[in-house]
């Protein structure tokens, strides 16, 4: 069972540890059996939709929008979320993170019409929702985006390439960030809700990767869309899209969190059930201090996730210092925790499909989709020279 003390922090009020209290209800109701660390894109597709409708049908997916206009995101129910989740099944948070990323944008810029088409249905889990930002010579330099959307009458065509685009192919709508004016760089881009099945969009690849979840690069050719698909004003779509990371970032450091937490759960089973040179593995000082390394870091990580989550929530403000330390800090030390948990299993730790094992493919991406670790070190370092928490 997890350290569950952190439901004592001043950060969270009942509320939250009543959520957590019910994701934790649902992931003992059969969670771990789905499609995590399966490499059959199939039965990983499937296993998606599934999460997403069970999820869906317990409620569970109401934090990930917001569709009364005015209402704000609870970015602690999404971090609490995503911490439980991962902890249980990282496909799950997958899923789960993807449904509030892949309608950000419409819970933040959406006019009423575009809320009430799109956000009921992906928080009953009947929806499936995708975020299109990078290209493949467009990631952490968001500016360099080179898809177009020409206005033509009454509304856009799209051109152009996306990739790395997490539930590309099973999704049922994207949120797709294309170069709308002349303007360079940041400038000029806005955002369009594209629906799965638009003439022009074409799931062009599926990419596999060392944890495989559903993801693909997109093309767009002559893609044709409404005027009514276009999210706020032409021109604002990188402060949509950056408006959106500044809300879930933070949650990516709350799933490492979790995978974290998983990892020292079974280490923490297995020092105890390991005997070496005729006593149990915890038993040594070199184990303890492994041990002492592991809850440190998951406890630092946890208040820098949720410093960042009651800050948004309560002081009601930008947190991109705070979000991104609590990204780039969590994810890390997580990388290191899981390592740490690998290395007390022996060889045990690498065989394919134990837990630790999965848990280290896991964890990777973390440090890079979201922005990586050294763009994070950038947005930090940028705050801090211009005041922002001098
Ligand atoms: C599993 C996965 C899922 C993803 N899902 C999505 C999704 O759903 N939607 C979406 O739009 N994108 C998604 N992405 C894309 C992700 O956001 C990008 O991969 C990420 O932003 C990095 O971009 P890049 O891969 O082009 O790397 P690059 O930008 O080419 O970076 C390569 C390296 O250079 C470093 N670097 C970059 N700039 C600097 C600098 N100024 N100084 C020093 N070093 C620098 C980076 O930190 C990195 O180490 C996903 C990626 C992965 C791996």
Redesign the pocket.
Known sequence: MADTSYLGWPFFGEPHRRLVRELEQFAAGGLSDLGHGSDDDAAIDAACREIVRRLGQAGLLNHCCVPVAGDRFDVRSLALSRDVLARHNPLADFAFA?QG?GTGPISLSGDERQRAAYLPAVMRGERIA?????EPQ????VGAIATTATKDGAGYVLNGT??????GGIADHYVVFARSGGEKGTRGLSAFIVDAGTPGLQVAARIR?IAP?P?ATLVFDGCRVAESALLGAPGEGFKIAMGTLDVFRTTVGAAALGLARRALEEALRRIRERTVFGKPLAEYQLTQAKIGDMALAIDAAALLVYRAAWTRDVLQRRVTREAAMAKLYATEAAQQVIDMAVQLFGGTGVVSGVTVETLYRDIR?LR????????QK?VIAGAVLSGDGA
Do not use: P, R, V
Not at 162 to 167: G, L, R
């Open positions: 993807m990323l995708a975020f299109a930002l990078s467009a990631g952490s330099d996306k990739t790395w685009i997490s539930n990767t979840h993801l991406a890079i989709y979201e922005g990586t670790s050294e763009i950038l």
